[in-house]
T-cell receptor, first 114, second 112 residues
Framework: AQSVTQLGSHVSVSEGALVLLRCNYS??????LFWYVQYPNQGLQLLLK??????LVKGINGFEAEFKKSETSFHLTKPSAHMSDAAEYFC????????????FGAGTRLFVKA | DGGITQSPKYLFRKEGQNVTLSCEQN?????MYWYRQDPGQGLRLIYY???????QKGDIAEGYSVSREKKESFPLTVTSAQKNPTAFYLC???????????FGNGTRLTVT
């Protein structure tokens, strides 16, 4: 059965600092992995996705994530945080279990300090 | 522009009443989903539908019902059997398989 664990429900960084949001997954088959962002009282927007191929995935707004099969991880990074990055971030996994379902982690709220 | 419309944005109901949340998409997507979001718990899957007239239970289907009579529409009914219905409800769609989800802006349901 698939599951997603996000380490740290809250992360706080200074503007200009590195952003690192951690995600580990479990899946019995090669997974499809996603990061989404949510701003207050809105739906989720796709940041990036990993399907197959290159392990370093680039997304929107300067974010990228690296798929590490040996560590079952898919951590999200951004070299330099901007105030507008403050939001909640969700890691998600999708696999074929007789129909595709997407399962989400609990989310990490990112705070950016001026 | 194509997208997903959820209505209403805010909904208030008394305990014991059924309530239906609307979800309409004009993206021509085959698959549609309902998620429930509670603080600190992420999104939990309630129901999903991959084709018209067919749907499957997700992880927390008890107390909810859905229908999929048209490709564009996937309404969710929160019944009086749902023990803790106050939450933020999100509807999503995709082309199926492993494609990313497109989300509506959600409906915040408060039951008192």
């Amino acid at each position: 059965a698939q599951s997603v664990t996000q380490l740290g429900s809250h992360v706080s960084v200074s503007e200009g600092a590195l952003v690192l949001l951690r995600c580990n997954y479990s899946s019995s088959v090669p997974p499809y992995l996603f990061w989404y962002v949510q701003y207050p009282n809105q739906g989720l927007q796709l940041l990036l996705k990993y399907t197959t191929g290159a392990t370093l995935v680039k997304g929107i707004n300067g974010f990228e994530a690296e798929f590490k099969k040996s560590e079952t991880s898919f951590h999200l990074t951004k070299p330099s945080a901007h105030m507008s990055d403050a939001a909640e971030y969700f890691c998600a996994v999708s696999e074929d279990t007789g129909g595709f379902k997407t399962i989400f982690g609990a989310g990490t709220r990112l705070f950016v300090k001026a | 522009d194509g997208g997903i419309t959820q209505s209403p944005k805010y909904l208030f109901r008394k305990e014991g009443q059924n309530v239906t949340l609307s979800c309409e998409q004009n993206l021509n997507h085959d698959a549609m989903y309902w998620y429930r979001q509670d603080p600190g718990q992420g999104l939990r899957l309630i129901y999903y539908s991959q084709i018209v007239n067919d749907f499957q239970k997700g992880d927390i289907a008890e107390g909810y019902s859905v229908s999929r009579e048209k490709k564009e529409s996937f309404p969710l009914t929160v019944t009086s059997a749902q023990k803790n219905p106050t939450a933020f409800y999100l509807c999503a769609s995709n082309t199926g398989e492993s494609s990313p989800l497109h989300f509506g802006n959600g409906t915040r349901l408060t039951v008192t």
